[in-house]
């Protein structure tokens, strides 16, 4: 496995100090931004809601509506009115309860019993006056069932008493049943009755029609069984019998009736009234119902912070949070420049802002959607160009395809469309496209984004119609993407001065001004620049570096010694000034041009990336031939090297660690005599090994597979530039 170069233990500790801090200062803006978009999230639920609270405050029943409302959030509350509807139907369905007393029955029988006892001397008798008055003084009015001319005998008498005490008993063991005018029984028809206050659990359900009452009595006594063989008279007279001594022995039984209707309350459920974003309330031109004004008052009765509206969007930007944070760990992406955590903050807000405000006050007409007119796709592509990293993009375009699903109350139609539209913007336009590929994202666009809204629709079965309006709505997103990215992008890019494809192949152009003029002052640094960038890009290329920058910061890395060319060995005719100079001079003379290449580089307005190039591509390494000559010409060996060693800092990237080494084997391998392939190899790698073990090389992430990539790609492109000439023939003795 390759092994990082590693670095002296005081700059570990430093490297570890830098980190650390690094860490701390990342937790911190981590924790503010989940606060302050969790802020905003809440602001933007409690506009929405004070907004339709606004709305919903203008009617009430009855009143001619003046314009159409639509609901702007999924809304649920409970119907009170409607509830207490199924409250009562439900109550009413619940059986009443009655209990038969068989005290009552007990007595009934008894006082029967007494009856017959009395009946059966008068019979004896006859009906003497004395029986008579006896039978009278104990049961009232019955006496006029007896008369003198009674034609029955003893035997007869008896044999209808006791078909009278049979009837009586079959009745009131069934129950003889008194309901309460005013009372109000089952709408179902049906009672329970307990026959056993023992037993108050065991019931028995009946049909309130079937049921022996004080006013069907007769008639129940007709029907029993026991009388199905009397003549007419005798059926009357038990008949009459019956209804003299029977009374009602089955009440209602309020405790245990009221109990029943207690558990039915409490199973009965409130009943809510969902509606869902987009739903049209009222209609201009019509009259409020009851039932609309029941929902427009439960609007206006809504709070406005709600423990789910403030604890939602806290947890829903913490799952973000920890999302991106493990993400960005496992795909090693970094904001490294304070403009790019800058520029990422204003680009998230921004989005984050413009979807509320479209959310908040935009009215979108039939299955149309906040996500087919948000620009994703221009925020991710901006996204992908100014800060060169696609994995970021890409990650972005989650992350927004996620706050449109919770802002938009979870649709997930807005999610897909949201996240094809971001994916789309960060891969639409190709590497190392020019500006004119900013045109051509325009319908590359359209198409991902009408085929993505094609296949969504699909999914969740939209109607036909609303599908094809989708597809045409974001088509021309797309469309209209590529133009505004033409006017957005190169604005930013001047903002933000960041090294973006299209500003590097513009700075690749050798009809720059500077390297024009540093072709004409210093020739033999502007070839050099030349080689150095061909060695760069190809090791950056093999090694998964970003070539295009490499090249670029090759072609500028020596801008610094156009003013001065004369000091410098290539652009050299003859005369050496530097042999009029001590050592220690013409060191500070040499070291100066990448300070000078700096502050010529921010006069040009180079991005960051290149200036990093310029100030790392000499580290902190020796300038050993003037180092050399300093001790010789001071014949001691204590010259001190930090004079007449580079500024640094060393270098921080691997483009800037690629030109650094492809500089210094550029320059070294011109004093090869009859290089070879074997020769350059040895020599080249020497010289990797020369800054791998002067650690200039431990900042940056350069693994030893990779210096082994970029010594055999120096190789390849030197040997290429040494090789040798055909020799052409003479002609009349002299060489053409």
């Known amino acids: 496995m390759p092994t990082k170069a590693t670095a002296s233990p005081r700059a570990e500790k430093g490297m570890r100090k830098h980190k650390a801090a690094l860490g ?39 009143e001619l509506v003046s314009e159409d409302l639509f609901l702007d959030y999924d809304f649920e509350f409970i119907d009170d009115v409607a509830t207490s509807r199924v409250l009562a139907m439900n109550r009413s369905l619940v059986p009443t309860v009655f209990t038969v007393r068989n005290e009552i029955t007990d007595e009934v029988l008894g006082k029967f019993d007494r009856f017959s006892s009395f009946l059966e001397p008068s019979v004896s008798n006859r009906l003497s006056e004395e029986a008579l008055s006896s039978l009278s003084r104990e049961f009232p009015r019955v006496a006029a069932l007896i008369n003198r001319e009674f034609s029955r005998d003893e035997k007869e008498i008896d044999h209808l008493l006791r078909i009278t005490h049979s009837a009586l008993q079959t009745l009131l063991i069934g129950g003889i049943f008194h309901f309460d005018p005013s009372e109000t029984t089952s709408a179902s028809g049906v009672i329970e009755v307990v026959y056993s206050d023992s037993l108050t659990e065991k019931r028995v359900p009946l049909i309130r029609d079937s049921l022996t009452t004080p006013e069907n009595l007769a008639e129940k006594t007709r029907e029993l069984t026991e009388l199905s063989g009397l003549n007419a008279d005798d059926l009357e007279f038990v008949t009459a019998l019956v209804s003299y001594f029977a009374e009602p022995n089955a009440y209602r039984n309020t405790e245990l009736s009221e109990k029943n209707r207690k558990i039915a309350e409490e199973a009965t459920e409130a009943i809510r009234i969902s509606l869902v974003a987009g739903t049209r309330l009222l209609t201009a031109g019509t009259v409020v119902t009851a039932q609309q004004a029941r929902i427009l008052r439960a609007l206006r009765d809504r709070s406005n912070v709600g423990f789910h509206n403030f604890i939602d969007p806290l947890l829903f930007m913490a799952f973000l949070c920890i999302l991106g944070i493990i993400s960005a760990h496992a795909l090693d992406i970094r904001l490294g420049s304070a403009k790019a955590k800058q520029f990422s903050i204003v680009l998230g807000s921004s989005y984050l802002l413009l979807a509320a405000l479209i959310i908040t006050f935009v009215r979108f007409p039939g299955h149309i959607t906040v996500s087919t007119v948000m620009p994703t796709a221009l925020f991710t592509l901006l996204l992908a160009q100014l800060l060169q990293d696609r ?48 045109l051509k994202a325009g319908p590359r666009l359209a198409f991902i984004l009408a085929f993505g809204t094609l296949i969504t629709g699909i999914l969740i079965r939209l109607p036909f119609k609303a599908l094809m309006n989708m597809s045409l709505l974001l088509a021309a997103n797309g469309l209209i993407t590529g133009i505004l990215s033409l006017a957005f992008l190169p604005l ?90 001590k050592a220690s001079l013409s060191a500070a003379v040499i070291k100066s041009h990448v300070k000078i290449g700096l502050e010529k580089g921010r006069e040009l307005r180079l991005p960051d990336e290149v200036l990093a190039v310029i100030e790392q591509h000499h580290g902190t390494s020796i300038i050993r031939y003037f180092y050399d000559r300093a001790q010789k010409e001071k014949k001691v060996a204590n010259t001190s090297p930090e004079d007449f060693s580079y500024s640094g800092p060393r270098p921080l990237s691997r483009e800037a660690a690629v030109v650094m080494l492809a500089d210094n084997a550029e320059a070294a391998t011109r004093t090869l005599k009859k290089p070879t392939v074997a020769k350059l190899e040895k020599f080249v790698w020497d010289l990797i090994m020369d800054r791998f073990r002067a650690g200039e090389l431990n900042d940056c992430d350069l693994t030893l597979r990779d210096l082994e990539i970029v010594k055999d790609t120096f190789v390849h492109v030197l040997t290429g530039h040494f090789h040798n000439r055909i020799e052409y023939p003479k002609e009349n003795g002299k060489e053409e």
């Not at 890409?394 to 094809?420: E, K, Q, W």
């Not at 001065?497 to 002052?521: G, H, Y």
């Open 24 to 62: 701390k200062r990342g937790w911190i803006f981590i924790l503010i931004g989940w606060i302050v978009s969790s802020l905003m999230l809440i602001g933007i639920d409690q506009a929405r809601l004070i907004i339709s609270r606004e709305k919903a405050l203008k009617y009430k029943e009855g």
């Open 391 to 438: 994995r970021l993009a890409l990650l972005s375009s989650i992350f927004m395809a996620f706050l449109i699903f919770f802002m938009s109350n979870r649709s997930a139609l807005d999610l897909l469309i949201t996240l094809t539209a971001g994916i789309g913007g960060s891969l639409a336009v190709g590497y190392r496209e020019s500006r004119i590929g900013l």
């Open 492 to 581: 930013l890019e001047h903002v933000l001065n960041t090294a973006t494809t299209f500003r590097l192949l513009e700075l690749s152009d050798q009809n720059v001004a500077i390297l024009k003029r540093m072709r004409l002052r210093a020739p033999g640094t502007y070839i050099h620049s030349q080689n150095v960038a061909h060695l760069s890009e190809a090791a950056c290329d093999a090694i998964g570096a970003d070539g295009l920058l490499a090249r670029v910061g090759a072609y500028y890395h020596d801008v610094g010694k156009i003013d001065q060319a004369q000091f410098f060995v290539e652009n050299q005719t003859g005369e050496n000034k530097h042999d009029e100079l």
